[in-house]
């Protein structure tokens, strides 16, 4: 699952960096634990002084919105004082959730989605979600 993770976050960063060609560009690989839903870092290569850098976090998929709240402290813990996350996909939990746990932050947090699906189901996945978003870009299945 990490790899696909991997996967449909590179075709997200290849599209922003035609947008922004000029962005550096970091990485920060969180992953979310299917049992608790709870998020870990297994990898970064960011920058220690984010101080006063204009931060995008590209994401899938905001579905519990664990992964998401834990990447932006994360982003804020080294200095960053301004952050957008971009998801292909979100539910309303994902987002309530978002919000509670930066309720009180000092920086402007910005989520641009380009669907709110229905609600999240009994496993934390959204419904009706994309299935496999991986499976899908590489035409695996239709």
């Known amino acids: 699952l990490r790899k696909r993770a991997q996967e449909n976050t590179q075709h997200m960063l290849e599209g922003m960096m035609r947008l922004m060609p000029t962005a ?63 998801c292909l996909l979100a539910a309303p939990e994902g987002c309530a959730r978002l919000e509670q746990e930066l309720d009180g932050l000092d920086v402007p947090v910005t989520v641009v989605t380009a669907a709110m699906d229905e609600r999240l189901n ?20 239709g």
């Open 24 to 86: 550096e560009v970091g990485f920060l690989g969180m992953v979310r634990n299917e049992e608790t839903l709870e998020a870990s870092t297994y990898a970064e290569r960011l920058p220690a002084d984010l101080s006063g850098r204009q931060c995008y976090v590209l994401d899938p998929m905001l579905a519990t919105g664990g992964t998401l709240a834990a990447a932006v402290k994360f982003l804020t813990d080294r200095g960053a004082n301004d952050i957008t996350a971009i």
């Open 122 to 141: 009994e496993k934390g996945y959204i419904v009706p979600g994309l299935g496999d978003a991986g499976d899908r870009l590489y035409g695996v299945v």
